[in-house]
């Protein structure tokens, strides 16, 4: 079985369970897959499969909620449940769309899938724990429950041409200002200090050390790539910036993460001084 066809499958099935079902017999079969480097998939009419609840809504128009109230944190919760479920399809979509690299690109971005689905069913398990319905015991809240927006699919689209601006724009980018987000979070949480807001946190300290490997791996195959095309990384990074309109990234910023993650220190000065870094 093709490895990259199967990644296929899995982005493209709407039905939540049954998604995370297709990833995790990916990871089941992983060693026996064939990766098919060469094979030129057709891309389906409509990519990704996701289900038809949350609601879909301009990031500008996403609710505000306190954490210190307990729907608060649920919704900041579903928030972070919505990133993890993007991020399971955007290296599903990597490992499909993007024929001739070697083999360990795909099963780098096949790791990161698997991961995001762990990530993704930790906070799912965690939102439905914090209220049920007092007679049936229904949990009150699930993914689906809040509105959510589309900004790290909308930028997976942009760069679907390009495996270069994919790999700058999206781990190195996007999910790199989770670096910088998720302690500031924590904080937030400890402040309020109740068992679910600790538990929480205990969650994110898994997603934490899983990103910086994520964002290590976008930061290994952009410079392999601009070596392979031969370009220079920080200038061919402002460029694709301008090109896709990605977001200016603004501080305070995780250093120590970003270094992990494998960020230079000419990227790092070049974000701290307001650079497109």
Same mark, same amino acid.
């Given at each position: 079985?093709?490895?990259? +066809?199967l990644? =296929? *499958? ?5 039905? !939540? ?11 089941a079969?992983?060693? *026996?897959?064939v #990766?098919?480097? /060469? ?15 949350? #609601?879909? @809504? ?6 505000? $909620? ?21 991020? @399971? ?13 070697p ?8 790791? #990161?899938?698997? /991961?995001?689905? %762990? %990530? ?9 724990? !914090? ?29 679907? *041409? ?7 724009? &999206?781990p190195?980018?996007?999910e790199?200002?989770?670096l910088?987000?998720t302690?500031? @979070?924590q +904080?937030r949480l400890?402040q &309020? *200090? ?6 929480a946190?205990?969650i994110?300290?898994? @997603?934490? $050390?899983? /990103?910086?490997?994520? &964002? ?8 392999w !790539? ?11 990074y402002? +460029? =694709?910036v301008r !090109?896709?309109?990605?977001?200016r990234?603004?501080g305070?910023f ?13 990227e790092? &000065?070049?974000?701290?001084q307001?650079? /497109?870094?």
């Amino acid at each position: 079985m093709s490895l990259r +066809t199967l990644a =296929l *499958a899995a982005l493209g099935e709407s039905d !939540l369970q049954e998604k995370l079902a297709l990833v995790a017999a990916l990871k089941a079969e992983a060693s *026996a897959l064939v #990766v098919d480097p /060469e094979v030129l998939l057709p891309e389906p009419a409509t990519l990704p499969g996701r289900p038809a609840q949350p #609601v879909l @809504i301009e990031p500008a128009k996403v609710p505000q $909620r306190s954490v210190h109230t307990l729907e608060g944190r649920a919704a900041l919760i579903h928030a972070i449940c919505h990133i993890e479920f993007n991020a @399971i399809n955007l290296a599903l979509d990597a490992v499909w769309r993007f024929a001739g690299l070697p083999a360990d690109f795909y099963r780098d971005w096949l790791r #990161v899938a698997i /991961e995001e689905a %762990h %990530h993704f069913s930790l906070l799912h398990q965690h939102l439905q724990s !914090l209220a049920q319905d007092e007679c049936t015991g229904v949990p009150r809240w699930r993914y689906g429950s809040f509105a959510a927006h589309d900004g790290l699919w909308s930028m997976c689209e942009k760069t679907k *041409a390009d495996v270069t601006a994919r790999m700058a724009l &999206v781990p190195r980018t996007l999910e790199a200002r989770g670096l910088d987000a998720t302690p500031l @979070i924590q +904080t937030r949480l400890r402040q &309020v *200090a109740t068992p679910d807001a600790l538990a929480a946190c205990d969650i994110l300290d898994i @997603i934490l $050390r899983d /990103e910086i490997g994520h &964002v290590a791996i976008g930061n290994h195959w952009y410079r392999w !790539l601009c070596e392979r095309g031969g370009l220079e990384p920080v200038v061919h990074y402002k +460029t =694709l910036v301008r !090109l896709h309109r990605a977001p200016r990234l603004k501080g305070p910023f995780n250093t120590a993460a970003r270094q992990r993650a494998g960020f230079t220190e000419v990227e790092l &000065v070049t974000l701290m001084q307001g650079g /497109e870094n």
